[in-house]
């Protein structure tokens, strides 16, 4: 027997008023999903041009080519290539271009015949437009570049360099923190078992090619016992662009440890040494850093150059004062760095001379002799003047930038490998 089932005039009236409305808002629904504005599709570019209109081949300059053959070999006449070459003056030269080096001809889609450009790339950042229609030019293009951070960990197990090397830190990188930590670690008692954690930025261009570095951004340096902290910092009106520990003191200080980098101790400070040349005991007063003829000497604070020249016991030698209270002498060099003479001003870190052995020396080194209120003292037991700190009008931002790249070095792990 079929169920009957009875629905009263008010309900009915009801239902159909839910289904009326139900129809409206599927309705608007359909109305509003139709209204969409289509996204716009990007063109894909390639050097600037839409490829949907131009084809770019991809070619590098093999042993024995020319520009001018490149030329010749898609089409170009004589003239034309020579027409070519003199609108290029001033902008490219067609004599220095070298093996290996990327192009790549330009066709518009539209002729199929002789390409409408070239580009010709120096370096994976800088590249040449040859505009080859009836207006021949030639303009230089730099790629935009972007700033990708990476991060590095390595335990001392043989030397830093060497070992920040084997986890791919870049040599410029390397350098820059030997700059950053100049002023407060002696790279020449660096002990296995340190250890560093920092961030350091890469300049690239095409999300790949690394055309350049930038900053260290932030740095952990295990050292003596201690965690020794570096972070760079700069405010929004540049009153402060450096390094800084994280107390918010400069991480500059008025003298560099030393004035080589990498490089060991031969020699230090002693009042009773035994002189190996001339076989008898000679106070020496300087600390000597053996190093390769030729390597850089830096001068390790802002001074005048007080006097330089040569003498039979010291050899080539550059003495700068700093201040009233403290003055450098750098001995035994193979030569000065051009542009040095007497008065001269020189800046922290700036080369002075090379390494050699002249004078009284038995091997390539400089020693370094350092005074203070006219006597000579071990650089290495002084405590050096610090630069500025941030101030305190500066510390709550400086903290602030600081608190969250610390956080960020202390999760770092360091290489299993090295443990």
């Known amino acids: 027997m079929a169920t009957v089932l009875l629905i009263s005039f008010p309900t009915i009236f009801l239902l159909s008023q839910w289904i009326k409305q139900s129809e409206t808002e599927t309705v608007a629904e359909e109305d509003k999903v139709t209204t969409h504005e289509a996204v716009p599709v990007e063109t894909p570019k390639r050097f600037g041009f839409d490829t949907t209109q131009f084809k770019i081949t991809d070619a590098s300059l093999k042993s024995g080519e020319t520009l001018?053959?490149?030329?010749?070999?898609?089409?170009?006449?004589?003239?034309?290539?020579?027409?070519?070459?003199?609108?290029?003056?001033?902008?490219?030269?067609?004599?220095?271009?070298?093996?290996?080096?990327?192009?790549?001809?330009?066709?518009?889609?539209?002729?199929?015949?002789?390409?409408?450009?070239?580009?010709?790339?120096?370096?994976?950042?800088?590249?040449?437009?040859?505009?080859?229609?009836?207006?021949?030019?030639?303009?230089?293009?730099?790629?935009?570049?972007?700033?990708?951070?990476d991060t590095a960990t390595t335990i001392v197990r043989s030397s830093l360099y060497q070992d920040l090397r084997n986890e791919g830190v870049p040599v410029q990188v390397i350098m820059h923190l030997a700059d950053v930590y100049g002023w407060v670690i002696d790279f020449f008692r660096i002990q296995k078992g340190d250890y560093i954690k920092l961030t350091y930025e890469l300049k690239v261009v095409d999300d790949t090619a690394v055309v350049g570095y930038g900053k260290i951004p932030s740095a952990l340096f295990y050292h003596g016992g201690k965690e020794l902290f570096a972070f760079y910092y700069q405010n929004e009106d540049d009153t402060y662009r450096g390094y800084f520990n994280e107390d918010g003191d400069a991480m500059?200080?008025?003298f560099l440890k030393a004035p080589l980098d990498f490089f060991r101790i031969s020699s230090r400070y002693n009042p009773k040494r035994f002189h190996p040349v001339?076989?008898?005991?000679?106070?020496?007063?300087?600390?000597?850093?053996?190093?390769?003829?030729?390597?850089?000497?830096?001068?390790?604070?802002?001074?005048?150059?007080?006097?330089?020249?040569?003498?039979?016991?010291?050899?080539?030698?550059?003495?700068?004062?700093?201040?009233?209270?403290?003055?450098?002498?750098?001995?035994?060099?193979?030569?000065?760095?051009?542009?040095?003479?007497?008065?001269?001003?020189?800046?922290?870190?700036?080369v002075i001379g090379y390494v050699g052995s002249t004078g009284l020396a038995t091997g390539p080194h400089v020693c370094y002799r350092f005074w203070?209120?006219?006597?000579?003292?071990?650089?290495?037991?002084?405590?050096?003047?610090?630069?500025?700190p941030i101030d305190e009008n500066e510390r709550q931002n400086f903290f602030r930038v600081m608190e969250v790249r610390k956080e960020a070095l202390l999760r770092l792990t360091l290489p299993q490998s090295n443990v």
């Open 68 to 149: 001018g053959a490149l030329f010749l070999s898609v089409g170009f006449s004589h003239i034309q290539v020579h027409n070519i070459v003199q609108a290029a003056e001033g902008v490219f030269d067609a004599r220095y271009v070298k093996v290996g080096e990327a192009y790549h001809w330009v066709y518009n889609k539209s002729r199929d015949s002789l390409p409408s450009h070239l580009i010709y790339e120096k370096s994976p950042l800088v590249y040449y437009q040859f505009d080859l229609n009836d207006t021949l030019k030639v303009v230089r293009h730099e790629k935009e570049t972007s700033i990708r951070v």
């Open 252 to 254: 500059r200080k008025a």
């Open 278 to 350: 001339l076989k008898k005991m000679k106070p020496h007063l300087g600390t000597d850093y053996a190093a390769p003829t030729g390597t850089p000497i830096r001068t390790t604070a802002d001074g005048v150059i007080e006097k330089m020249g040569y003498t039979s016991g010291n050899g080539n030698f550059v003495k700068v004062r700093h201040n009233s209270t403290y003055s450098t002498q750098y001995l035994h060099m193979s030569k000065f760095a051009q542009g040095m003479k007497n008065g001269k001003h020189v800046s922290q870190g700036d």
């Open 372 to 388: 203070k209120n006219g006597v000579q003292v071990d650089p290495l037991k002084e405590e050096l003047p610090s630069a500025e």
